[in-house]
């Protein structure tokens, strides 16, 4: 019989919340939980979430040098996977893999024996590893906001949040194995792969893109100023407001914090994006932070879902000299945009971080609408 006070894991409670965290602790004990798995689920907190875990994962089985006996993964191999999914990696002899890492071992291999470079499938699971891990996050607190109600005992609480992941989970698998299908087909039915490509049978390189960067003005200060969950409502506000305005070509790349990356093959719907995310900012009102966007274009990789090139630094760069609530470009996307339905004036000749040279800038507006002082 495992004395839980003795081991620290009662420390700081009393009444009705320790007699819930023994109930707690010794329902997990029955079910097979070590004295070690029990203290480091303590010292980080997730206790109330241990019961959920193991339904999910299962009990740990295997050490990592079974797997990939079994699978014929090479072991380094195995935890090169883990470590490119933001996943622990636990020694090779340490009993903590479940029957869920089994089966991932053997769908690695699967694509393998397919031809899959192994570069290449670090390189895919990088990117799924940390979407995923947002993902989940939003998930677990989903989830919990679900079950939490004040004054729940703990190990109430805990079956609570087991049983709804349970009812949950069966879901999410063929959920993100549909939306993960549906970005296929569109990365599928806008990729441009050109003659010369064709014939050597190489990876599009780099082509003619714009790049377009939005972000909120002032959000470092406005983070001195306000709690943590406003600001990351803030940010999260920003990501739906782009999600909502963005349509094909253009295409939503990702979010840094208090910015928004936005690519097209075409540049006119770039401009016009961005004008509609700086015009959705300002409509939601004196709470939320003015936009400013830079638009940028020329040649440009992509690579893990990411763009590199002269036209995304530049981008960046001309953000940062943008008033609030206003869009720059340069005299290539002014040029290659048209005037339909907008009208561009000069902006002045602005040095850039970065660029030998300065660069002619141009704020672009739609048409009837104030100039700005």
């Known amino acids: 019989m495992v004395d839980f006070a003795a081991e620290g894991l009662l420390e700081g409670l009393d009444d009705e919340a320790r007699a819930a965290r023994e109930r707690l602790l010794r329902r997990l004990t029955d079910s ?78 699967t694509f393998r024996d397919a031809g899959v470079k192994a570069d290449d499938m670090l390189a895919i699971t990088r990117v799924l590893g940390r979407g995923l891990a947002q993902a989940a996050e939003l998930m677990r ?51 441009l792969i050109s003659a010369r490509e064709r014939e050597t049978g190489q990876l599009p390189g780099a082509r003619d893109v714009g790049i377009a960067f939005a972000d909120l003005v002032g959000f470092t200060r406005i983070g001195e100023e306000v709690d943590p969950t406003e600001l990351g409502r803030m940010a999260d506000r920003l990501e739906t407001l782009a999600a909502e ?34 015009e959705a900012a300002d409509a939601e009102g004196e709470e939320f932070p003015q936009l400013r966007a830079g638009v940028a274009s020329g040649a440009a990789l992509s690579r893990a879902g990411d763009w590199y090139g002269q036209p995304v630094n530049l981008a960046s760069r001309i953000t940062a000299r943008a008033r609030p609530g206003s869009v720059l470009v340069t005299t290539d996307v002014r040029d290659q945009a048209g005037e339909d339905g907008v009208r561009y004036s000069f902006a002045g000749e602005k040095r850039l971080k970065g660029v030998r040279e300065p660069v002619p800038l141009f704020r672009v507006r739609r048409n009837g609408s104030t100039p700005e002082g």
């Open 141 to 191: 607190s989903v989830t919990l906001d679900l079950v939490l109600e004040p004054g729940t005992p703990e190990d109430e609480l805990a079956l609570r949040y087991a049983d709804a992941a349970a009812r949950l989970e069966p879901l999410t698998a063929p959920m993100l194995g549909q939306m993960i299908n549906l970005h296929l087909r569109h990365v599928v039915a806008t990729e």
């Open 245 to 278: 305005r963005v349509e094909a070509p253009v295409r939503l790349v990702k979010t840094i914090g208090d910015a928004v990356m936005l690519v097209s093959p075409e540049i006119e719907p770039l401009v016009r994006t961005s004008l509609d995310l700086v």
């Open 32 to 109: 097979g939980v070590g004295l070690d798995e029990l203290k480091r689920a303590a010292d980080e907190d997730r206790l109330v979430l241990l019961p959920a875990e193991r339904l999910i994962g299962g009990e740990p089985r295997y050490t990592g040098a079974e797997i990939a006996e079994r699978t014929g993964l090479e072991p380094e191999f195995f935890l090169a996977l883990r470590r490119a999914n933001g996943l622990p990696v636990p020694e090779l002899d340490a009993r903590v893999f479940t029957e869920a890492d089994l089966e991932a071992s053997w769908i690695a291999k």
